[in-house]
Protein backbone atom coordinates (compact mmCIF):
# COMPACT_ATOMS: atom_id res chain seq x y z
CA UNK A 1 0.00 0.00 0.00
CA UNK A 2 1.18 4.02 -0.88
CA UNK A 3 1.59 6.50 1.34
CA UNK A 4 -1.08 8.09 -0.74
CA UNK A 5 -3.32 5.17 -0.19
CA UNK A 6 -2.57 5.34 3.31
CA UNK A 7 -3.37 8.77 3.58
CA UNK A 8 -7.07 7.87 2.16
CA UNK A 9 -7.84 5.99 4.60
CA UNK A 10 -9.62 6.43 7.55
CA UNK A 11 -7.37 6.99 10.67
CA UNK A 12 -7.15 4.14 13.24
CA UNK A 13 -6.88 5.23 16.78
CA UNK A 14 -3.48 4.89 18.57
CA UNK A 15 -4.24 2.05 20.54
CA UNK A 16 -5.69 0.38 17.77
CA UNK A 17 -2.08 0.39 16.15
CA UNK A 18 -0.19 -0.09 19.50
CA UNK A 19 -2.67 -3.38 19.48
CA UNK A 20 -2.29 -4.39 15.52
CA UNK A 21 1.53 -4.71 16.60
CA UNK A 22 0.82 -6.91 19.22
CA UNK A 23 -1.49 -9.22 17.18
CA UNK A 24 1.55 -9.98 14.86
CA UNK A 25 3.55 -11.51 17.78
CA UNK A 26 0.89 -13.75 17.78
CA UNK A 27 1.61 -18.09 16.99
CA UNK A 28 0.58 -21.23 16.87
CA UNK A 29 1.45 -22.65 20.06
CA UNK A 30 4.43 -25.18 20.49
CA UNK A 31 1.66 -27.65 21.15
CA UNK A 32 -0.14 -26.90 17.87
CA UNK A 33 3.26 -26.90 16.16
CA UNK A 34 3.66 -30.16 17.16
CA UNK A 35 0.61 -31.60 16.01
CA UNK A 36 0.71 -29.82 12.87
CA UNK A 37 4.02 -31.71 12.62
CA UNK A 38 2.50 -35.22 13.90
CA UNK A 39 -0.21 -34.63 11.39
CA UNK A 40 1.79 -34.11 8.33
CA UNK A 41 4.30 -37.13 9.03
CA UNK A 42 0.97 -39.54 9.71
CA UNK A 43 -0.53 -38.10 5.91
CA UNK A 44 2.44 -38.97 4.68
CA UNK A 45 2.83 -42.50 5.95
CA UNK A 46 -0.63 -43.02 5.84
CA UNK A 47 -0.75 -44.24 9.75
CA UNK A 48 -2.46 -42.38 12.52
CA UNK A 49 -0.81 -39.79 14.31
CA UNK A 50 1.20 -40.02 17.80
CA UNK A 51 -1.25 -39.21 20.52
CA UNK A 52 -1.51 -35.70 21.43
CA UNK A 53 -1.26 -35.06 25.22
CA UNK A 54 -4.35 -35.19 26.89
CA UNK A 55 -5.58 -31.58 27.28
CA UNK A 56 -5.16 -30.35 31.06
CA UNK A 57 -7.99 -31.36 33.36
CA UNK A 58 -10.32 -29.06 34.60
CA UNK A 59 -10.25 -28.19 38.28
CA UNK A 60 -11.33 -25.15 39.10
CA UNK A 61 -14.93 -25.93 39.36
CA UNK A 62 -14.26 -26.64 42.97
CA UNK A 63 -14.97 -23.51 43.73
CA UNK A 64 -17.47 -22.54 41.98
CA UNK A 65 -20.09 -20.77 44.14
CA UNK A 66 -22.94 -22.32 42.57
CA UNK A 67 -21.31 -26.01 42.66
CA UNK A 68 -23.53 -27.55 45.57
CA UNK A 69 -26.47 -26.12 44.08
CA UNK A 70 -25.95 -27.62 41.09
CA UNK A 71 -25.29 -31.28 42.65
CA UNK A 72 -29.23 -32.43 42.59
CA UNK A 73 -28.69 -31.30 38.25
CA UNK A 74 -25.91 -33.32 38.38
CA UNK A 75 -28.20 -36.35 39.12
CA UNK A 76 -30.49 -36.13 36.77
CA UNK A 77 -28.26 -34.92 34.07
CA UNK A 78 -25.52 -38.41 34.97
CA UNK A 79 -28.91 -40.06 34.59
CA UNK A 80 -29.65 -38.55 30.85
CA UNK A 81 -26.07 -39.85 29.83
CA UNK A 82 -25.80 -42.89 31.11
CA UNK A 83 -22.54 -41.93 34.12
CA UNK A 84 -22.83 -42.07 37.35
CA UNK A 85 -21.51 -39.32 40.08
CA UNK A 86 -20.67 -40.94 43.74
CA UNK A 87 -21.87 -38.18 46.23
CA UNK A 88 -19.99 -39.79 49.40
CA UNK A 89 -18.77 -36.09 50.52
CA UNK A 90 -15.54 -36.41 47.73
CA UNK A 91 -15.23 -33.83 45.24
CA UNK A 92 -13.09 -35.24 43.71
CA UNK A 93 -15.24 -38.34 42.12
CA UNK A 94 -17.30 -35.96 40.16
CA UNK A 95 -16.99 -36.49 36.50
CA UNK A 96 -14.23 -34.49 34.24
CA UNK A 97 -14.68 -33.08 30.83
CA UNK A 98 -12.11 -33.85 28.47
CA UNK A 99 -12.21 -32.43 24.76
CA UNK A 100 -9.11 -34.30 23.10
CA UNK A 101 -7.62 -32.22 19.15
CA UNK A 102 -8.75 -33.17 16.32
CA UNK A 103 -6.64 -36.13 14.45
CA UNK A 104 -6.03 -37.01 11.43
CA UNK A 105 -5.71 -40.97 10.11
CA UNK A 106 -5.36 -42.38 6.31
CA UNK A 107 -6.40 -45.54 5.18
CA UNK A 108 -5.53 -47.46 1.85
CA UNK A 109 -8.67 -49.13 0.94
CA UNK A 110 -8.59 -52.84 -0.98
CA UNK A 111 -9.64 -52.28 -4.90
CA UNK A 112 -12.38 -54.19 -4.35
CA UNK A 113 -14.68 -54.61 -1.10
CA UNK A 114 -13.64 -53.04 2.34
CA UNK A 115 -10.69 -51.78 4.56
CA UNK A 116 -10.82 -51.47 8.26
CA UNK A 117 -8.75 -48.36 10.12
CA UNK A 118 -8.11 -48.62 14.01
CA UNK A 119 -9.11 -45.37 15.52
CA UNK A 120 -6.57 -44.98 18.02
CA UNK A 121 -9.05 -43.27 20.79
CA UNK A 122 -8.14 -42.78 24.34
CA UNK A 123 -10.79 -45.28 25.97
CA UNK A 124 -7.83 -47.27 27.84
CA UNK A 125 -7.57 -43.61 30.20
CA UNK A 126 -10.51 -44.74 31.87
CA UNK A 127 -10.54 -47.44 35.07
CA UNK A 128 -10.70 -51.16 34.11
CA UNK A 129 -14.47 -51.73 33.26
CA UNK A 130 -16.87 -50.55 31.12
CA UNK A 131 -16.99 -46.89 28.95
CA UNK A 132 -21.02 -45.50 27.55
CA UNK A 133 -19.89 -44.65 24.12
CA UNK A 134 -21.68 -42.09 21.95
CA UNK A 135 -20.12 -41.96 18.70
CA UNK A 136 -21.05 -39.84 15.56
CA UNK A 137 -20.54 -41.04 12.12
CA UNK A 138 -21.34 -40.32 8.20
CA UNK A 139 -24.82 -42.07 7.81
CA UNK A 140 -24.18 -43.45 4.26
CA UNK A 141 -21.33 -45.62 6.24
CA UNK A 142 -24.44 -47.82 7.99
CA UNK A 143 -22.25 -48.17 11.33
CA UNK A 144 -25.06 -49.20 13.09
CA UNK A 145 -25.31 -52.85 10.63
CA UNK A 146 -22.04 -53.32 9.80
CA UNK A 147 -20.28 -53.04 13.47
CA UNK A 148 -23.21 -54.78 15.37
CA UNK A 149 -20.41 -57.87 15.21
CA UNK A 150 -17.99 -56.69 17.20
CA UNK A 151 -20.29 -54.07 19.15
CA UNK A 152 -22.48 -56.29 20.31
CA UNK A 153 -24.46 -53.29 22.71
CA UNK A 154 -24.33 -50.89 19.65
CA UNK A 155 -27.80 -49.33 19.38
CA UNK A 156 -28.65 -46.42 16.40
CA UNK A 157 -29.65 -43.23 18.28
CA UNK A 158 -30.93 -40.87 15.67
CA UNK A 159 -30.14 -40.00 11.69
CA UNK A 160 -30.06 -36.44 10.75
CA UNK A 161 -29.37 -35.33 7.83
CA UNK A 162 -26.51 -36.78 6.63
CA UNK A 163 -25.07 -37.90 10.18
CA UNK A 164 -25.91 -40.63 12.29
CA UNK A 165 -25.47 -40.71 16.17
CA UNK A 166 -25.30 -44.81 17.58
CA UNK A 167 -24.61 -45.58 21.30
CA UNK A 168 -22.49 -49.13 23.13
CA UNK A 169 -20.65 -49.95 25.45
CA UNK A 170 -17.00 -50.61 25.36
CA UNK A 171 -14.19 -52.37 27.65
CA UNK A 172 -12.17 -49.72 29.02
CA UNK A 173 -9.02 -49.40 30.69
CA UNK A 174 -5.91 -52.24 30.37
CA UNK A 175 -8.12 -54.37 28.53
CA UNK A 176 -9.63 -51.49 25.78
CA UNK A 177 -8.83 -52.07 22.17
CA UNK A 178 -8.67 -49.47 19.00
CA UNK A 179 -12.17 -49.00 17.43
CA UNK A 180 -11.94 -50.68 14.71
CA UNK A 181 -14.24 -48.93 11.87
CA UNK A 182 -15.40 -50.31 8.47
CA UNK A 183 -15.00 -48.14 5.41
CA UNK A 184 -15.88 -49.07 1.95
CA UNK A 185 -15.18 -46.48 -0.45
CA UNK A 186 -12.42 -43.86 -0.75
CA UNK A 187 -13.29 -40.35 0.95
CA UNK A 188 -13.06 -37.97 3.69
CA UNK A 189 -15.30 -39.52 6.94
CA UNK A 190 -15.19 -37.39 10.12
CA UNK A 191 -16.08 -39.70 13.50
CA UNK A 192 -16.72 -38.19 16.80
CA UNK A 193 -16.62 -39.55 19.85
CA UNK A 194 -17.64 -39.39 23.44
CA UNK A 195 -16.75 -41.60 26.22
CA UNK A 196 -18.24 -41.55 29.77
CA UNK A 197 -16.91 -43.72 32.87
CA UNK A 198 -18.18 -43.08 36.30
CA UNK A 199 -15.85 -39.98 36.85
CA UNK A 200 -14.11 -39.09 33.20
CA UNK A 201 -15.90 -38.00 30.31
CA UNK A 202 -13.61 -37.67 27.03
CA UNK A 203 -14.89 -36.62 23.69
CA UNK A 204 -12.41 -37.11 20.59
CA UNK A 205 -12.60 -36.55 16.55
CA UNK A 206 -11.03 -38.36 14.07
CA UNK A 207 -10.38 -37.76 10.46
CA UNK A 208 -9.76 -40.29 8.06
CA UNK A 209 -9.06 -39.84 4.90
CA UNK A 210 -9.49 -43.29 2.95
CA UNK A 211 -8.17 -43.95 -0.64
CA UNK A 212 -7.16 -46.82 -3.23
CA UNK B 1 11.69 -39.28 -1.48
CA UNK B 2 7.91 -38.61 0.21
CA UNK B 3 9.76 -38.03 3.84
CA UNK B 4 11.64 -34.82 1.46
CA UNK B 5 9.18 -33.52 0.28
CA UNK B 6 7.26 -33.39 3.76
CA UNK B 7 10.44 -31.98 5.07
CA UNK B 8 10.04 -29.84 1.94
CA UNK B 9 6.91 -28.77 2.49
CA UNK B 10 7.16 -27.94 6.48
CA UNK B 11 9.75 -25.93 5.87
CA UNK B 12 8.44 -23.58 3.24
CA UNK B 13 4.92 -23.71 5.39
CA UNK B 14 7.03 -22.84 8.46
CA UNK B 15 7.63 -19.50 8.12
CA UNK B 16 3.70 -18.76 6.66
CA UNK B 17 2.97 -20.40 10.42
CA UNK B 18 2.27 -17.17 12.39
CA UNK B 19 0.85 -15.17 9.23
CA UNK B 20 -1.77 -18.44 8.62
CA UNK B 21 -1.86 -18.91 12.40
CA UNK B 22 -3.37 -14.92 12.99
CA UNK B 23 -5.71 -15.75 9.84
CA UNK B 24 -7.35 -18.60 11.51
CA UNK B 25 -7.43 -17.04 14.09
CA UNK B 26 -9.40 -14.13 12.87
CA UNK B 27 -11.53 -16.79 11.03
CA UNK B 28 -12.77 -19.02 14.13
CA UNK B 29 -14.07 -17.72 17.68
CA UNK B 30 -10.98 -19.22 19.39
CA UNK B 31 -7.86 -20.66 20.03
CA UNK B 32 -8.24 -24.67 19.93
CA UNK B 33 -10.60 -24.26 16.70
CA UNK B 34 -8.25 -22.06 14.91
CA UNK B 35 -5.30 -24.69 15.54
CA UNK B 36 -7.42 -27.45 14.65
CA UNK B 37 -8.34 -25.63 11.72
CA UNK B 38 -4.78 -24.85 10.79
CA UNK B 39 -3.98 -28.45 11.25
CA UNK B 40 -6.35 -29.63 8.91
CA UNK B 41 -5.78 -26.82 6.52
CA UNK B 42 -2.42 -28.05 6.54
CA UNK B 43 -2.89 -31.80 6.13
CA UNK B 44 -5.38 -31.13 2.84
CA UNK B 45 -2.72 -28.97 1.49
CA UNK B 46 -0.05 -31.32 2.03
CA UNK B 47 -2.25 -34.21 0.57
CA UNK B 48 -2.93 -31.67 -2.67
CA UNK B 49 0.14 -30.03 -2.86
CA UNK B 50 0.46 -30.08 -6.36
CA UNK B 51 -2.19 -28.46 -7.21
CA UNK B 52 -0.03 -25.85 -6.42
CA UNK B 53 0.78 -24.36 -9.77
CA UNK B 54 3.09 -21.34 -8.61
CA UNK B 55 0.01 -19.24 -9.86
CA UNK B 56 -0.40 -16.38 -6.98
CA UNK B 57 1.68 -16.65 -3.62
CA UNK B 58 2.49 -19.90 -2.14
CA UNK B 59 0.48 -17.64 1.17
CA UNK B 60 -2.42 -17.16 -1.02
CA UNK B 61 -3.11 -21.09 -2.03
CA UNK B 62 -2.86 -21.65 1.80
CA UNK B 63 -4.97 -19.10 2.59
CA UNK B 64 -7.96 -20.35 0.13
CA UNK B 65 -7.54 -23.56 1.56
CA UNK B 66 -7.61 -22.12 4.94
CA UNK B 67 -10.61 -20.57 3.89
CA UNK B 68 -12.06 -23.64 2.55
CA UNK B 69 -11.96 -25.80 5.46
CA UNK B 70 -13.20 -23.04 7.61
CA UNK B 71 -16.40 -23.03 5.25
CA UNK B 72 -16.54 -26.88 5.75
CA UNK B 73 -16.09 -27.37 9.00
CA UNK B 74 -18.90 -24.56 9.57
CA UNK B 75 -21.61 -26.48 7.25
CA UNK B 76 -20.19 -29.85 9.24
CA UNK B 77 -21.27 -28.35 12.50
CA UNK B 78 -24.03 -27.32 11.97
CA UNK B 79 -25.03 -30.37 10.57
CA UNK B 80 -23.78 -31.78 13.31
CA UNK B 81 -25.36 -30.12 16.32
CA UNK B 82 -28.76 -31.87 16.61
CA UNK B 83 -26.72 -35.36 17.43
CA UNK B 84 -23.77 -35.24 19.25
CA UNK B 85 -23.38 -32.12 20.55
CA UNK B 86 -27.46 -32.00 21.31
CA UNK B 87 -26.79 -34.91 23.70
CA UNK B 88 -24.08 -33.24 24.82
CA UNK B 89 -25.20 -30.18 25.15
CA UNK B 90 -28.44 -31.10 26.79
CA UNK B 91 -26.63 -32.97 29.32
CA UNK B 92 -24.53 -29.94 30.10
CA UNK B 93 -27.00 -27.14 30.96
CA UNK B 94 -28.42 -29.89 32.90
CA UNK B 95 -25.43 -30.43 35.16
CA UNK B 96 -24.90 -26.36 34.92
CA UNK B 97 -21.23 -25.41 34.66
CA UNK B 98 -19.96 -28.96 36.03
CA UNK B 99 -18.74 -30.07 32.16
CA UNK B 100 -17.48 -26.80 31.40
CA UNK B 101 -15.15 -26.46 34.56
CA UNK B 102 -17.95 -24.78 36.99
CA UNK B 103 -15.65 -21.24 36.73
CA UNK B 104 -16.43 -18.55 34.88
CA UNK B 105 -14.57 -18.44 31.60
CA UNK B 106 -12.78 -15.55 29.82
CA UNK B 107 -14.28 -14.95 26.44
CA UNK B 108 -12.53 -16.67 23.92
CA UNK B 109 -10.91 -13.62 22.26
CA UNK B 110 -8.78 -13.28 25.78
CA UNK B 111 -8.33 -17.00 26.19
CA UNK B 112 -6.50 -17.05 21.84
CA UNK B 113 -4.46 -13.93 22.37
CA UNK B 114 -1.31 -13.69 24.24
CA UNK B 115 -1.99 -9.88 25.16
CA UNK B 116 -5.11 -8.52 25.91
CA UNK B 117 -3.66 -5.56 23.47
CA UNK B 118 -3.77 -8.55 21.18
CA UNK B 119 -7.58 -9.72 22.73
CA UNK B 120 -9.02 -6.13 22.09
CA UNK B 121 -8.01 -6.37 18.78
CA UNK B 122 -9.66 -9.84 17.94
CA UNK B 123 -12.80 -8.68 18.99
CA UNK B 124 -12.65 -5.66 17.65
CA UNK B 125 -11.86 -7.64 14.30
CA UNK B 126 -14.75 -9.96 14.81
CA UNK B 127 -16.91 -7.50 15.40
CA UNK B 128 -16.80 -6.86 11.54
CA UNK B 129 -18.34 -8.73 9.09
CA UNK B 130 -15.88 -11.56 7.68
CA UNK B 131 -15.92 -9.92 4.29
CA UNK B 132 -14.44 -6.59 5.50
CA UNK B 133 -12.38 -8.63 8.51
CA UNK B 134 -9.98 -10.66 6.29
CA UNK B 135 -9.16 -7.63 4.03
CA UNK B 136 -8.52 -5.62 7.15
CA UNK B 137 -6.18 -8.28 8.63
CA UNK B 138 -4.21 -9.12 5.27
CA UNK B 139 -3.53 -4.62 4.83
CA UNK B 140 -3.74 -3.53 7.88
CA UNK B 141 -2.20 -6.49 10.05
CA UNK B 142 -0.27 -8.19 7.16
CA UNK B 143 0.71 -4.86 5.30
CA UNK B 144 -0.04 -7.32 2.25
CA UNK B 145 -0.28 -5.08 -1.11
CA UNK B 146 -3.72 -4.60 -2.73
CA UNK B 147 -2.76 -6.96 -5.42
CA UNK B 148 -1.92 -9.78 -3.29
CA UNK B 149 -5.08 -9.31 -1.25
CA UNK B 150 -7.11 -9.34 -4.00
CA UNK B 151 -5.36 -12.31 -5.25
CA UNK B 152 -5.85 -14.14 -2.26
CA UNK B 153 -9.66 -13.63 -1.94
CA UNK B 154 -10.01 -13.99 -5.17
CA UNK B 155 -12.20 -10.27 -5.84
CA UNK B 156 -10.38 -7.35 -7.96
CA UNK B 157 -8.45 -4.79 -6.54
CA UNK B 158 -11.37 -2.16 -6.57
CA UNK B 159 -13.08 -4.15 -3.75
CA UNK B 160 -10.14 -4.83 -1.81
CA UNK B 161 -9.43 -1.33 -1.64
CA UNK B 162 -13.20 0.03 -1.49
CA UNK B 163 -13.74 -2.50 1.60
CA UNK B 164 -10.37 -1.66 3.27
CA UNK B 165 -11.75 1.35 3.61
CA UNK B 166 -14.97 0.68 4.45
CA UNK B 167 -13.74 -2.17 6.97
CA UNK B 168 -10.55 0.37 8.26
CA UNK B 169 -13.37 2.35 9.71
CA UNK B 170 -15.42 0.33 11.18
CA UNK B 171 -12.75 -1.15 12.96
CA UNK B 172 -12.12 1.60 14.34
CA UNK B 173 -15.04 2.26 15.46
CA UNK B 174 -15.47 -1.14 17.18
CA UNK B 175 -12.12 -0.98 18.91
CA UNK B 176 -13.08 2.51 20.22
CA UNK B 177 -16.12 0.70 21.83
CA UNK B 178 -13.59 -2.29 23.06
CA UNK B 179 -11.25 1.07 25.19
CA UNK B 180 -14.44 2.12 26.20
CA UNK B 181 -15.88 -0.68 27.45
CA UNK B 182 -12.30 -1.75 28.95
CA UNK B 183 -12.34 1.69 31.13
CA UNK B 184 -16.08 1.07 32.12
CA UNK B 185 -15.10 -2.11 33.68
CA UNK B 186 -11.53 -0.39 34.81
CA UNK B 187 -13.45 2.15 36.99
CA UNK B 188 -16.44 -0.41 38.04
CA UNK B 189 -18.85 0.58 35.71
CA UNK B 190 -21.11 -1.87 33.62
CA UNK B 191 -20.38 -1.91 29.98
Redesign the interface.
Known sequence: ?SKD?ET??????E??R????????????QQ??F???A???A??AGQSAPRPPPAPK?S?????A??R??MG??L???L??GVTVNLDGDDSQ??S?E?L??R?LSVQLPKEGFGWVELPWNIDEHPEGKAVV???TPAEMNFHEHHAGHLPSLQL??C??????HQFEAPSGPSAQPLRVRIHKPGRY?F?V?HASDDR?I?ERF?V?AGH | M??N??AR??AEVEAL??RL??FC?TLCKD??EA??L???S??RA??HRDSYQGHGSFFGWLCGIVRNQFIESRR?AA??R???DS??E???S??????????EQSDPESRA???E??A???R?LHALPEKYRLVVLL???E?L??EEVASILGMPVGTV?SR??RG??Q??TA??AE?EQECAVRTGGGP
Open positions: MEQLPPLPEAFAIQAFRSERPSARRIHALQAEHGWRASGFVAAVTGAMLLIHSPAHHMEVSEADRCLERSQNVD | SGERFEMPHRLREEDLQDLVYLSRRSLLVLGASVLGSLFTGGVCQSESMLLACDVEGYKHSRALGFQL
